[in-house]
């Protein structure tokens, strides 16, 4: 079954064609970064104007580089939700005009369940059951994954999301937008004992996070500094990152012990932070688990996942729905077979 992948949720546009013989044969992805970086965050009007730009053009490029025509097409799957509303929209008209067009199957697919299930686009892959932490711009979280569509929330923050801390504190030292990357690149030359920072809800005893005090904490270590030179704006990067590493690291570890579990999954945006893998590598070596990541270029948006997550519903729990989109929408809520 070849399965077109559209994903236009955020500031993003991807587009991948999987299919469930070859295994993923073709992605491609436009990132908007540039758009909005000078706004600081994304702008959802522009967003959605440049998403149905891009769309057919990116489709035209995995076709050709996949050898294919739209006829070859056996299914359509879109991100549903969550995301902007207007984004998500580009994407869900594209796949059911396309859908009605060729007279293919439509799928709706949760932007989560993506992120979830794509390290199982990796080699080695992970089987089912494994925990899973999903660490993005807008969520971080801890699922007991049982199988497709089979998710039970472990904990999550309960303020900022990993990727949004990362994000504020870049801002908050003029890193630009978006600022993870930024500011794991600069944490790099940075030196991570300088300052220490606080790591909260380490040991809360739960599976929860709360990253918002973190950021505050690096507002007062900013207006304590006389003079932020760009050694000291490196040291607080790495202490920053250094804070966030062993947090997420000891909740991994709280969740493969309560859940016993044997495999660790890392998906979202923030998964693609070497200074996490790291922590997560040594822990997993240290506790005799393993851990999975999807391939980097899979880590943030793209519309392999997607394309992935559809096939999967469709081979194993549901078929196709109705045209819609859901700018909130809770993943413990799917369907599973
Ligand atoms: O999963 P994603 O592409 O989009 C959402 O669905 O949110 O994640 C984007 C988030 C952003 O907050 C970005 O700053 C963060 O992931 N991010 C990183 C890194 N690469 C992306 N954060 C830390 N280190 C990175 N290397
Ligand atoms: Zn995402």
């Known amino acids: 079954m070849l399965v077109l992948g559209l994903e236009s949720s955020c500031d993003e546009t991807g587009v991948a064609l999987y299919d469930t013989e070859a295994g993923l ?53 879109y991100t549903q939700g969550p995301g902007l509303a207007g984004a998500l929209l580009t994407a869900a008209a594209v796949a059911n005009g396309l859908g009605v067009a060729l007279g293919k199957p439509v799928i709706g697919v949760h932007h989560l369940e993506g992120h979830l299930l794509s390290p199982l686009l990796a080699n080695p892959a992970p089987h089912f ?30 303020d900022d999301a990993a990727g949004e801390a990362f994000d504020k504190t870049a801002k908050l030292l003029d890193l630009g937008y978006p600022g993870g990357p930024a500011l794991s690149k600069l944490a790099d030359s ?42 000291t704006r490196a040291d607080i990067c790495a202490a920053f990152q250094a804070a966030i590493v062993d947090v997420i690291s000891t909740k ?20 693609a932070n070497r200074q996490l893998r790291a922590g997560l590598d040594l822990m997993a070596a240290r506790r005799k688990f393993k851990v999975y990541y999807p391939p980097l270029d899979l880590c943030t948006d793209n519309g392999a996942m997607i394309a992935f997550a559809g096939a999967q519903r469709l081979q194993h729990c549901q078929t196709a729905g109705p045209f819609s989109v859901k700018p909130r929408w809770d993943l413990a809520s ?3 077979a």
């Open 129 to 158: 059951p494994f925990v899973a932490l999903l660490v993005s711009g807008g969520h971080t979280q801890l699922m007991a994954v049982h199988g497709v569509g089979n998710y039970t929330l472990l904990g999550e923050t309960l």
């Open 252 to 271: 991994c570890l709280k969740a493969m012990k309560q859940t016993g579990m044997q495999q660790l999954v890392v998906a979202g945006g923030v998964g």
């Open 334 to 336: 799917l369907p599973h």
């Open 25 to 77: 044969l073709a992605h491609h992805l436009h990132t908007q970064m540039a758009m909005h970086a000078e706004y600081g965050g994304v702008v959802p009007e522009l967003a959605s104007r440049d998403h149905i730009r891009r769309v057919l053009p990116l489709t035209e490029a995995c076709l050709q580089e996949a050898n294919k025509t739209r006829q070859d097409i056996d299914a359509i799957a």
């Open 190 to 231: 940075g030196d991570v004992s300088r300052f220490t920072l606080p790591r909260p809800m380490q040991h809360s005893g739960d599976l929860d996070f709360s990253f918002a005090g973190l950021k505050t904490a690096v507002l007062t270590l900013v207006k304590k500094q006389a003079d932020i030179d760009a050694q």
